[in-house]
């Protein structure tokens, strides 16, 4: 694919190239990809007669259905800030972001409309966009139906449908290096960063696709699209890359493993990307069993701590039913738009979180020294390449960039991620530089504890959090999620061993609370901030 055009021109260009391939599948509907091309240019000509030009910033706060998809694109086609959010943030969190990004224009779903229209008063328009308005109309009623009391007051001005126009003659923004797309991160520094990247930097991820997925054809692959589009790794692999192939996304807005089981059985997932509890629940599901998981390619799990015997329980599912796919680990951040390494078919060691990908550099660098640090040596990775963000944006201080000129000139990312490279091109990634705990001056690293801990088999999930500690300066605390079948009783002695066994003397918890669940953030990570 051509990494020197924006994201609406690698649509264009697979457009042109395979008309009448379905690039969507949504519920029931297949959408091709010259119905798709003219949807995006309906609504890039209505958001150019509403005002929107070059460099202004509209705001989609939407799951995966198909006007998110058109959005992106038709934003993208008019040189616009496509500004991506979570479809659960609170009014608050919104007005915040709308304020900071300036932007006047806000795409949510009609069920949340109501919530947000307070924001009119602050010259904000919000538009309201229905989850079944490309659907036929026995589903469209039923949906009426359930969600009565939350649509009845919206005026049809207010609806998405207004902006879709006869397509027109207009011209397209097509620099590809500017700012595209805003994400919003937490930063490499753990504060709340929104993130810019260009069109380059995403299609330079997307053209590793491909080679990432193991394939030569995409004619007939589909990617489970089930992560949203305002994360890194759903808006690129997940979305972007399969479009920019020929290859069809089956949209998914809200995960459900027995919806996966019967795409499945359709033939309509080839690959599924996400993170570990989407995995765990599929393995939970005992319709998740049978010949139709040879439908399936290759997998991919990232953007959290992933338990060894999660790897373990789902390639051996696969091959016990005949399937080749099997489960690979990623390593990236918002920054480099998500992927930096990834195991694959081809390229895979065990205890790595993936080669680096080709486009990209990484080196690992001492902590107090900042000297680069041999193969084999831990230290805070670094990272560059094609794919690195333009910067973060609206800082109040500049030196809050992550970017480190080094002495030949390159400018590199520090990721705030502690770990190290081998010869070969492997990365071993250790633990968030901010989660390490220093047990009376040893390091440790809650992400082994919560392996060997996982591992046990009795447990769901489980996160280690430093207290303090009048002799050791701190100490460890877990929390632990015990399987259903499971009871809390006698555990404690278990558990101390197998961390003392796998980890260390300094890593046995003080403390040991039994929950029954974890608090998560809005990507679905366990929220270890919440954890006191």
């Not at 058109?70 to 969190?93: D, R, S, T, V």
């Not at 000297?371 to 560059?384: N, T």
């Not at 901010?434 to 690293?445: A, D, L, M, T």
Request: hydrophobic content about 40%; glycine content about 8%; proline content about 3%.
């Amino acid at each position: 694919m051509k990494k020197n055009t924006t994201l609406y021109g690698a649509l264009l260009a697979t457009s042109t190239r395979y008309p009448k391939r379905n690039a969507l599948i949504y519920m029931r509907q297949k959408i091709t990809y010259e119905g798709l091309l003219r949807d995006v240019n309906r609504l890039a000509k209505g958001l150019a007669d509403y005002g929107v030009k070059a460099d202004d910033v509209v705001s989609v706060c939407l799951p995966n259905i198909p006007s998110a998809v058109h959005l992106l694109y038709a934003i993208n086609q008019l040189g616009a800030i496509a500004n991506l959010i979570h479809p659960l943030m609170k009014y608050e969190q919104m007005k915040g972001i709308m304020e900071e990004t300036k932007s006047k224009l806000l795409f949510v779903l009609d069920s949340f409309f109501a919530e947000f229209t307070d924001l009119t008063k602050l010259g904000i328009r919000v538009v309201a966009c229905s989850p079944v308005q490309t659907l036929n109309p026995l589903v469209k009623t039923i949906y009426s139906l359930q969600n009565r009391s939350k649509i009845k007051n919206i005026a049809n001005s207010d609806k998405i449908l207004s902006f879709y126009q006869k397509e027109g003659v207009f011209a397209c923004d097509n620099d590809f290096t500017k700012d595209a797309i805003y994400l919003h991160s937490g930063g490499t520094t753990g504060k709340p960063k929104v993130v810019a990247l260009s069109s380059f930097s995403i299609n330079a991820l997307a053209s590793n696709g491909l080679d990432i997925l193991g394939i030569n054809d995409t004619k007939d692959k589909f990617m489970l699209a089930v992560l949203p589009i305002f994360h890194g790794f759903g808006l690129c692999m997940g979305m972007h890359a399969c479009l920019a192939f020929g290859a069809c996304n089956t949209l998914m807005p809200k995960f459900h493993s027995e919806q996966v089981v019967k795409y499945l059985k359709k033939k309509q997932i080839s690959f599924i990307i996400g993170v570990p509890i989407l995995f765990e629940a599929l393995l939970r599901n005992k319709h998740f069993r049978g010949p139709a998981l040879k439908n399936l390619l290759i997998c991919f799990v990232g953007g959290d701590f992933v338990a060894p015997s999660l790897f373990e329980r789902f390639n051996n599912l696969m091959e016990k039913y005949g399937s080749s796919a099997r489960l690979y680990e990623g390593y990236g951040l918002t920054e480099v738009v998500t992927v930096c390494s990834v195991n694959n078919h081809r390229f895979h060691k065990a205890g790595t979180v993936g080669k680096i990908l080709p486009n990209v550099a990484m080196k690992v660098v001492d902590l107090d020294t900042k000297s680069d640090m041999p193969f084999g040596r831990d230290g805070e990775l670094y990272v560059r390449g094609e794919t690195m963000m333009n910067g973060y944006r609206f800082l109040q201080d500049e030196k809050d960039q992550p970017f480190v000129r080094d002495k030949d000139g390159q400018v590199w990312i520090a990721t705030g991620d502690y770990g190290s490279l081998d010869e070969d091109g492997f990365v071993y990634f250790r633990q968030r530089l901010k989660r390490i705990i220093k047990v009376s001056g040893i390091n440790v690293f809650p992400n082994e504890i919560e392996g060997a801990v996982m591992d046990m088999g009795s447990v769901h999930e489980c996160a280690a959090v430093a207290i303090a500690d009048e002799k050791l300066g701190n100490a460890i605390k877990l929390f632990v999620v015990l399987d259903h079948a499971a009871k809390a009783s006698n555990f404690d002695d278990e558990i101390k061993a197998v961390v003392l066994k796998r980890c260390g003397v300094y890593a046995v918890p003080k403390e040991i609370v039994y929950r029954d669940h974890l608090p998560k953030t809005l990507v679905g990570k366990v929220d270890t901030k919440a954890l006191s």
